[in-house]
């Protein structure tokens, strides 16, 4: 069993930056994904951004400027690392984690990431 630890929300500024992390506890076996996504009230959750185990990176264009994922494999850990933020940045943003052995995906309680003056 996996489970997914957030953690670096708050509140900044319109234009600040804050980093995401997620940490994977319990053995992970072969390839796997780590992601991000986010959602507001009453809307989808979309897709941020995800890294493979292998280093390759899907994220959404209209953030893929200014949101950069990254990971730490030995660790089992994925970071979010966001900058000038803005206000419509502010949702819940949820760790996602496939793995293949077996197939499975682990989701995080999520994270608060206001953005307002």
């Known amino acids: 069993q996996v489970q997914l630890v957030e953690s670096g929300g708050g509140l900044v500024q319109p234009g600040g930056s804050l980093r995401l992390s997620c940490a994977a506890s319990?053995?992970?076996?072969?390839?796997?994904?780590m992601g991000w996504y986010r959602q507001t009230p009453g809307k989808q959750r979309e897709l941020v951004a995800t890294m493979t185990s292998g280093g390759i990176t899907s994220a959404a264009g209209s953030m893929k400027d200014r949101f950069t994922i990254s990971r730490d494999n030995a660790k089992n850990t994925v970071y979010l690392q966001m900058s000038s933020l803005k206000p419509e940045d502010t949702a819940v943003y949820y760790c996602?984690?496939?793995?293949?052995?077996?197939?499975?995906?682990?989701w995080g309680q999520g994270t608060q990431v206001s953005v307002s003056s």
């Open positions: 319990g053995r992970i076996f072969g390839a796997n994904v």
């Open positions: 996602k984690v496939t793995t293949t052995q077996p197939m499975r995906t682990y």
